[in-house]
């Protein structure tokens, strides 16, 4: 989804979730087995009070660094749908890595704690793993040429252009 309006401006307002808390991703494909990820609700608020910083790239490019918490162009939070973002790239910098008329979504860059996850399987016998805590790295704008689309189902985007 993708809404544009222009004004005197020169930075684009893209938000969404990343994820919808307590919903299953796709199936995951590691070296091992695949499996399913589900991030329990409440768990990004635990998370992003000890963050102090979370960049924001493209596509999981560090080559495509777009901002972060620290440069206060990247807002986090979480509410009762999932753990809500929202970047607002310089459009000079952003129209250089990103597709802006191709945006798909978002996701996430992240180191879980073993301690952290409880494991099941669900009723098709695919292993789910639900994280109740991890270190959260960066946050991704993803667009059409990425390769792969993000993992979770309940990612949103939604992009405004602020330039006359």
């Not at 695949?34 to 409440?42: A, C, F, H, S």
């Not at 996430?108 to 270190?135: C, M, N, V, W």
Request: include cysteine.
């Amino acid at each position: 989804m993708l809404n544009q309006r222009c004004d005197n401006r020169d930075y684009y307002e893209i938000k969404g979730y990343l994820n919808a808390a307590g919903r299953d991703s796709r199936i995951i494909k590691d070296e091992n087995t695949p499996y399913i990820e589900n991030i329990y609700p409440g768990t990004f608020n635990k998370v992003l009070k000890r963050t102090d910083n979370v960049i924001v790239n493209v596509n999981h490019s560090l080559d495509k660094y777009v901002g972060s918490l620290r440069e206060h162009n990247l807002e986090l939070y979480e509410d009762s749908i999932g753990c809500y973002a929202k970047a607002t790239p310089k459009m000079e910098e952003f129209d250089k890595v990103a597709d802006v008329n191709k945006l798909v979504g978002w996701s996430f860059e992240y180191k879980p704690y073993p301690d952290a996850i409880e494991y099941e399987t669900t009723s098709k016998g695919i292993q789910r793993r639900i994280l109740h805590d991890f270190e959260l790295k960066a946050v991704s704008i993803i667009d059409a040429h990425a390769i792969g689309k993000p993992y979770y189902t309940g990612t949103s985007i939604k992009m405004r252009s602020e330039n006359g």
